[in-house]
């Protein structure tokens, strides 16, 4: 059974969206390894600041079918099918890892490479998977994290209230 991490965002009532995903990442996959939350400030755009986070999950399913559960979750979310890349948003749920598996098939990317681009992305995956080797870099998460540029980084870990009630 491959594990998987999903990378979450949100910049619109994130305090709602984020806590609702976690739940319903849970019914659909269960139990759920949880990094801390990041406030990161926006990327690519003049918006609010995002809350993002990694989940690591095992499942029985193919690729497809998790990403396909993934964008019905964002839908469920207020997420439109239509939104742009570098945008305000209710909810962006990425399969970002999945087992060793490496995929491009249209927008399905595994390896995302978000993971080695943005620090909201990178730094939560090296706290819950420090050892995991990327499957095409054959480097952990940790060094990676560690070689990362943080000139300029914007984000910070924070607890928010919400978190120990999931």
Do not use: C
Not at 121 to 127: G, I, M, T
């Amino acid at each position: 059974m491959p594990t998987g991490y999903i990378s979450i965002g949100s910049n619109i009532q994130r305090d709602q969206h984020i806590p609702s995903s976690i739940k319903a990442l849970k019914q659909h996959f269960g139990e759920l390894t949880l990094s801390s939350v990041y406030e990161s400030a926006a990327v690519g755009f003049a918006g609010d600041a995002f809350y993002n986070l990694i989940v690591g999950f095992n499942a029985d399913l193919p690729a497809k079918a998790v990403a396909k559960r993934l964008r019905d979750i964002e839908l469920d979310h207020g997420r439109t099918r239509n939104s742009q890349k570098f945008s305000a948003r209710t909810l962006d749920l990425d399969l970002i890892l999945y087992g060793d598996l490496v995929l491009s098939d249209g927008r399905l990317q595994i390896p995302r490479d978000e993971i080695e681009k943005y620090a909201f992305v990178l730094e939560p995956l090296a706290e819950i998977a420090p050892t995991l080797q990327h499957p095409v870099k054959h480097i952990d998460y940790a060094t990676l994290w560690r070689l990362f540029n943080k000139t300029d980084l914007h984000q910070q870990r924070i607890t928010p209230d919400w978190l120990s009630t999931i």
